[in-house]
């Protein structure tokens, strides 16, 4: 209970008599007499808290960076009128910096046997799933001297999805892959492609496409066209490792992987290949196979919500039976993990050859951009010990780059920005070869 409001306390003194308040003990008694009774009264005609119905409704889920309206709806089932002050409680997480307390507090009046709504409106600024706590209720006399205050536990979950911001690359990817798919009039041909149609020959086409007996059947000379072959299987392995918990810019670098993975996961599923994930640190944190072209997306999304890098090392041992055990036919496997020294060396490479004798391994790392700029460095001694520090760590990725080359594997190395449409494109320059 706690006294409210000095225009509250005139207003009942307001009542009393003016004879009343003359000096003395009798005077004083008499103020707080009546004092003490319009509080009781006022605490009285406050609507009961504990009475109260509370309901939840609207959004599960969103996109980080968007919002979501959460609804309250509070029912008065008692013979008084409700004024009350509400705090919806959800975690700090829920919302922008400075914020909480506008966004999550509301006043509202319900009268005797009504009900009314409050909408909450969460923008939350980390991943995964929010959970409320418990919604907390002042209700308030029709004096404001005196109020009573309840809690409600009242649950209810949103899941904050990976914002998919490289999703505006995919019009451009789409249309070199159409580009691939012979739907234009680029064509091309490798080992692992399949025959598509016959054409009239146009200057610059490959003589070795000629269909020979096809031209002597007509007066034009005719050329095959081809389309990369569909049904591949495409294996999309998260490093949820130490590793991944290093912070590029504003987000650790398991956020960048994951928008890369639904970039190219978006690109493959287009194509007509079958995509899966794995995540994986020393154990599965997340697996989704066997999804249709129409699911794989959505399904891959929502299993990386609460996708959160683990402070432990990488077990490489591990990692690659499970992604054998995902992958029992040939595929692409995409590891998205770090070129970092130590752990390619003693974890990846010793175990290299189990994935590379029967699938195509392309290996992705995000690049912290903050070393290019500082082997930019110049006019300070400072500028000069950070450049030379920036170009050694630089020597190192790309000499871990190229070990991995030398057995096989296909490296894209990019900063946060560019990693999601580098990878793209090196799903596409490998379905144009062939590889796939």
């Given at each position: 209970?706690?006294?409210?409001?000095?225009?509250?306390?005139?207003?009942?003194?307001?009542?009393?008599?003016?004879?009343?308040?003359?000096?003395?003990?009798?005077?004083?008694?008499?103020?707080?007499?009546?004092?003490?009774?319009?509080?009781?009264?006022?605490?009285?005609?406050?609507?009961?808290?504990?009475?109260?119905?509370?309901?939840?409704?609207?959004?599960?889920?969103?996109?980080?960076?968007?919002?979501?309206?959460?609804?309250?709806?509070?029912?008065?089932?008692?013979r008084r009128t409700l004024r009350a002050q509400l705090r919806d409680g959800w975690p700090?997480?829920?919302?922008?910096?400075?914020?909480?307390?506008?966004?999550?507090?509301?006043?509202?009046?319900?009268?005797?046997?009504?009900?009314?709504?409050?909408?909450?409106?969460?923008?939350?600024?980390?991943?995964?799933?929010?959970?409320?706590?418990?919604?907390?209720?002042?209700?308030?006399?029709?004096?404001?001297?005196?109020?009573?205050?309840?809690?409600?536990?009242?649950?209810?979950?949103?899941?904050?999805?990976?914002?998919?911001?490289?999703?505006?690359?995919?019009?451009?990817?789409?249309?070199?892959?159409?580009?691939?798919?012979?739907?234009?009039?680029?064509?091309?041909?490798?080992?692992?492609?399949?025959?598509?149609?016959?054409?009239?020959?146009?200057?610059?086409?490959?003589?070795?496409?000629?269909?020979?007996?096809?031209?002597?059947?007509?007066?034009?000379?005719?050329?095959?066209?081809?389309?990369?072959?569909?049904?591949?299987?495409?294996?999309?392995?998260?490093?949820?490792?130490?590793?991944?918990?290093?912070?590029?810019?504003?987000?650790?670098?398991?956020?960048?992987?994951?928008?890369?993975?639904?970039?190219?996961?978006?690109?493959?599923?287009?194509?007509?290949?079958?995509?899966?994930?794995?995540?994986?640190?020393?154990?599965?944190?997340?697996?989704?196979?066997?999804?249709?072209?129409?699911?794989?997306?959505?399904?891959?999304?929502?299993?990386?919500?609460?996708?959160?890098?683990?402070?432990?090392?990488?077990?490489?041992?591990?990692?690659?039976?499970?992604?054998?055990?995902?992958?029992?036919?040939?595929?692409?496997?995409?590891?998205?993990?770090?070129?970092?020294?130590?752990?390619?060396?003693?974890?990846?490479?010793?175990?290299?050859?189990?994935?590379?004798?029967?699938?195509?391994?392309?290996?992705?790392?995000?690049?912290?951009?903050?070393?290019?700029?500082?082997?930019?460095?110049?006019?300070?001694?400072?500028?000069?010990?950070?450049?030379?520090?920036?170009?050694?760590?630089?020597?190192?990725?790309?000499?871990?780059?190229?070990?991995?080359?030398?057995?096989?594997?296909?490296?894209?190395?990019?900063?946060?920005?560019?990693?999601?449409?580098?990878?793209?494109?090196?799903?596409?320059?490998?379905?144009?070869?062939?590889?796939?």
């Amino acid at each position: 209970m706690a006294i409210t409001g000095r225009a509250a306390l005139l207003a009942a003194l307001g009542s009393i008599p003016i004879g009343i308040l003359e000096p003395g003990w009798a005077g004083i008694l008499a103020v707080n007499g009546s004092l003490a009774l319009a509080c009781a009264c006022d605490y009285a005609l406050a609507a009961p808290v504990r009475r109260l119905v509370l309901s939840r409704s609207g959004d599960t889920s969103t996109r980080l960076g968007d919002t979501a309206d959460v609804t309250l709806t509070i029912t008065n089932p008692s013979r008084r009128t409700l004024r009350a002050q509400l705090r919806d409680g959800w975690p700090p997480s829920s919302w922008q910096p400075g914020t909480e307390i506008e966004a999550s507090r509301h006043r509202l009046t319900v009268p005797p046997g009504e009900r009314r709504r409050v909408t909450t409106r969460l923008r939350p600024t980390r991943r995964g799933d929010r959970q409320a706590d418990r919604v907390t209720i002042r209700s308030y006399g029709p004096l404001g001297l005196f109020s009573r205050q309840g809690a409600h536990k009242l649950p209810w979950s949103v899941r904050v999805l990976p914002p998919f911001t490289s999703r505006k690359h995919l019009p451009s990817k789409l249309a070199r892959l159409r580009e691939l798919d012979g739907r234009t009039s680029v064509l091309t041909r490798g080992e692992g492609t399949e025959f598509d149609s016959l054409r009239k020959y146009v200057p610059g086409d490959d003589t070795r496409s000629i269909d020979w007996r096809a031209t002597a059947r007509q007066s034009a000379v005719a050329v095959r066209t081809w389309r990369p072959e569909r049904d591949r299987h495409i294996l999309l392995v998260l490093d949820t490792g130490r590793t991944s918990a290093g912070r590029v810019g504003d987000a650790p670098r398991l956020d960048a992987s994951m928008d890369a993975a639904l970039l190219l996961a978006a690109l493959a599923s287009r194509a007509g290949d079958r995509v899966a994930l794995l995540a994986y640190d020393r154990r599965v944190r997340a697996l989704v196979q066997g999804r249709s072209a129409g699911d794989v997306l959505p399904g891959l999304v929502s299993a990386m919500a609460p996708l959160e890098p683990e402070l432990v090392e990488t077990d490489a041992r591990g990692l690659t039976s499970a992604a054998l055990r995902t992958a029992p036919r040939r595929s692409l496997i995409v590891l998205l993990t770090t070129l970092d020294a130590a752990p390619v060396e003693q974890g990846l490479l010793p175990v290299l050859p189990q994935l590379t004798q029967r699938h195509t391994l392309l290996v992705a790392s995000v690049a912290d951009p903050h070393i290019a700029r500082m082997a930019e460095s110049r006019g300070s001694a400072e500028g000069v010990y950070e450049a030379a520090a920036a170009a050694q760590a630089q020597s190192e990725r790309q000499r871990t780059a190229e070990q991995l080359r030398r057995h096989g594997v296909t490296v894209v190395d990019a900063t946060p920005e560019d990693l999601a449409p580098a990878l793209a494109d090196a799903y596409l320059a490998l379905k144009a070869a062939g590889r796939l």
